[in-house]
């Protein structure tokens, strides 16, 4: 579930970068995208998808401890132009302000069932070029990056303390004269009930 809570809080910060007329749709996908997909994806250029490609145990610098993992998330940067050098201009200018965008990210995670790390480095941008994009009037390119998340428990599921019972075996005597440096031996016990 981490990784459903990274991803959509990826989402929304994706579109609060750019505006509709920068950036027209910000999807959730499946996984890689490649040109083999684009005619089976609905979606409006300047486009980015975003995926998590998985995730493996263990932290980061920014977030360690049992349960952590680190999440492969990748962006793919989708732009459609009739001219090639400007469809490749304007992809590469959106990957490189979504990249400086992720670096600037510091999540909140107020009231999410996951605690989300900012990004461990920088993120990797690549050209995903082929003929077959080429060929469909789209440049792809391809910004992922990892991120350390950690699921937590809702609250209701803690439990509530009720009743506190503290027992003491105390005896309230003055120590007789002999009783030496240490003076006597007092004893305690406390007892937590949960219900």
């Known amino acids: 579930m981490s990784a459903v809570v990274l991803l959509e809080q990826v989402q929304q910060y994706v579109r609060a970068q750019f505006t509709r007329a920068e950036v027209r749709d910000v999807l959730l996908y499946g996984g890689q995208f490649s040109a083999e997909e684009i ?53 590469m200018r959106l990957a490189e302000r979504l990249s400086v965008a992720m670096r600037m990210w510091m999540p909140n995670c107020t009231g999410l069932p996951a605690k989300i790390a900012p990004l461990e480095d920088e993120a990797r941008c690549e050209n995903l070029y082929s003929r077959a994009v080429d060929k469909k009037g789209q440049a792809l390119w391809l910004v992922d990056w990892e991120q350390a998340v950690l699921p937590t428990l809702p609250d209701a599921q803690l439990f509530d303390w009720l009743s506190v019972e503290i027992n003491s075996t105390g005896v309230a005597t003055e120590p007789p004269e002999s009783a030496g440096p240490g003076g006597p031996a007092v004893t305690q016990s406390l007892a937590l009930k949960i219900n």
Do not use: D, N
Request: charged letters at 20%; hydrophobic letters at 40%; one cysteine or more.
């Open 39 to 91: 005619p089976f994806e609905s979606y409006s250029c300047p486009a980015i998808l975003l995926a998590v490609l998985g995730w493996a145990p263990g932290g980061s610098s920014r977030m360690t401890g049992r349960g952590v993992r680190t999440a492969r998330v990748a962006a793919f940067v989708a732009v459609k132009h009739a001219q090639r050098e400007k469809r490749m201009q304007e992809c």
